[in-house]
């Protein structure tokens, strides 16, 4: 089946430090990616798409200039968090689907990265 | 409205019974919904896929999709302590659109 790898599984590090996260489709090729965030007992929520080779589009109040994504690749995309703060802390998730076939395959989540920013 | 509503819950049963867990939706274009099983602290993964209406069975899990009352709905049969996680329904429309749309989710307890 589909598998998407995330990296790192866990991060805690100081305020005012960038943090990159990876997102990679091992098994297939995903032209857009999606970016979610979740806190502690809430539901997702989308910050963005990501599309290879073009511009991310992001969902309303997510500050592009903060979540740097960039999806240079067929099977990666990455999302930098710029200059994190305390309240940047959360679970942040990506997805993917395969490009060919249908549209409406499943997403396939990647396991998370923990963000803690002290 | 809500696109995707889903009872937040908790919605407890005992080992062994049925589970059946509920989510309507307002998009009358939406064409493939999803079911996903995210434990606490975990991303979510799949359970189950339905694009036509009726029931699909994989194993212990039942997934009932009614396109005229917009309703798709996923049964657990023989429910276990392991299966206490919060269930999220979603769905994509018709048309090419990737983007998929979740609610909120179920939380499930199944107490031994």
């Known amino acids: 089946g589909a598998v998407v790898s995330q990296h790192p599984s866990w991060v805690i590090c100081k305020s005012g430090t960038s943090v990159k996260i990876e997102c990679r489709s091992l098994d297939f090729q995903a032209t857009t990616m999606f970016w979610y965030r979740q806190f502690p007992k809430q539901s997702l929520m989308l910050m963005a798409t990501s599309n290879e080779g073009s511009k991310a589009t992001y969902e309303q109040g997510v500050e592009k200039d903060k979540f740097l994504i960039n999806h240079a690749s067929l099977t990666l995309s990455t999302l930098t968090v710029t200059s994190a703060h305390p309240e940047d802390s959360s679970f942040y998730i990506c997805?993917?689907?395969?490009?060919?076939?249908?549209?409406?395959?499943?997403?396939?989540f990647g396991d998370g990265t923990r963000l803690s920013i002290l | 409205q809500k696109e995707v509503e889903q009872n937040s819950g908790p919605l407890s049963v005992p080992e062994g019974a049925i589970a059946s867990l509920n989510c309507t939706y307002s998009d009358r274009g939406s064409q493939s919904f999803f079911w996903y099983r995210q434990y606490s602290g975990k991303s979510p993964e799949l359970i189950m896929f339905?694009?036509?209406?009726g029931d699909k069975e994989d194993g212990r899990f039942t997934a009932q999709l009614n396109k005229a009352s917009q309703y798709v709905s996923l049964l657990i049969r023989d429910s276990q302590p392991s299966d206490s996680a919060t269930y999220l329904c979603a769905l994509k429309r018709a048309g090419g659109s990737y983007i998929p749309t979740f609610g909120r989710g179920t939380s499930l307890i199944v107490h031994p």
């Open positions: 339905i694009y036509s209406n």
């Open positions: 997805s993917a689907n395969p490009s060919t076939g249908a549209s409406n395959q499943p997403q396939h």
